[in-house]
């Protein structure tokens, strides 16, 4: 079973420039979450999707942040300007539903300088 | 903030002994438990967990165990193995927080041949 995709690896931009990630879940799983790993720090969700809609983006910084789900299954994140502060990981997870076990994308690095 | 908390965020273990891993969380609405653990450019992966209704979960040589009244649980590993050397992290979820994850610091586990 193939895991959850990620893309890109890494990301290196300048603040104020913008940046998108995508994401690929396990096949067919409805919840799709993305989270914020800054260095040193636990994973800190960002949003989470039941199929191509929101149930939670309260920690979403919605001024520079978006995300989307279209048709329920990829998703991409959204960075535009990005400032200094944004430089973490970004993961990925999806589960079955959501009250299932969370499976992890490797993540996307991003630096911003 | 944070409602879930790793006060340790280092442990080095000699192989073959035991690894204990502590975890103290605030909010007393969580009512299941997480481990994952994540190795360098990898995404977390689920481990083992556990529910508020129980006070032990065993699997294999992980053992989550986890104390309500003080709002603690602790992560067993016997024996450790120099392969178990990643970062640990703990999550909490419960019914009325969404079922969503939160996540503490994390702990680098150490295992010494």
């Known amino acids: 079973e193939a895991g959850v995709a990620q893309s890109p690896r890494y990301k290196i931009i300048e603040k104020r420039q913008s940046v998108a990630f995508w994401c690929n879940p396990i096949?067919?799983?409805?919840?799709l979450y993305w989270y914020q790993q800054i260095l040193g720090q636990g994973p800190k969700l960002l949003i989470q999707f039941q199929n191509n809609g929101v149930v939670d983006d309260s920690q979403l910084p919605k001024d520079r942040f978006s995300a989307e789900r279209l048709k329920g299954v990829d998703s991409t994140l959204k960075i535009q300007p990005a400032k200094l502060e944004d430089s973490a990981v970004y993961l990925c997870?999806?589960?079955?539903?959501?009250?299932?076990?969370?499976?992890f994308g490797a993540g996307t690095r991003l630096s911003v300088l | 903030d944070q409602q879930v908390k790793q006060n340790s965020p280092s442990l080095s273990v000699q192989e073959g002994r035991i690894s204990i891993l502590n975890c103290d969380y605030t909010?007393?609405?969580?009512?299941?438990f997480l481990w994952y653990k994540k190795y360098p450019a990898e995404g977390p992966t689920f481990l083992i967990s556990i529910s508020s209704i129980k006070d032990k979960n065993e699997d294999g040589r992980f053992t989550v165990f986890l104390n309500k009244s003080a709002k603690h649980l602790s992560l067993h590993i016997v024996p450790s193995q120099p392969g178990d050397s990643a970062v640990y992290f703990c999550?909490?979820?419960?019914?009325?927080?969404?079922?969503?994850?939160?996540f503490g610091g994390g702990t680098r586990l150490m295992v010494k041949p």
């Open positions: 096949s067919g799983h409805a919840t």
């Open positions: 997870a999806s589960s079955l539903n959501r009250v299932n076990i969370q499976y």
């Open positions: 909010n007393s609405m969580f009512d299941y």
């Open positions: 999550a909490a979820s419960g019914e009325n927080a969404g079922n969503m994850l939160t």
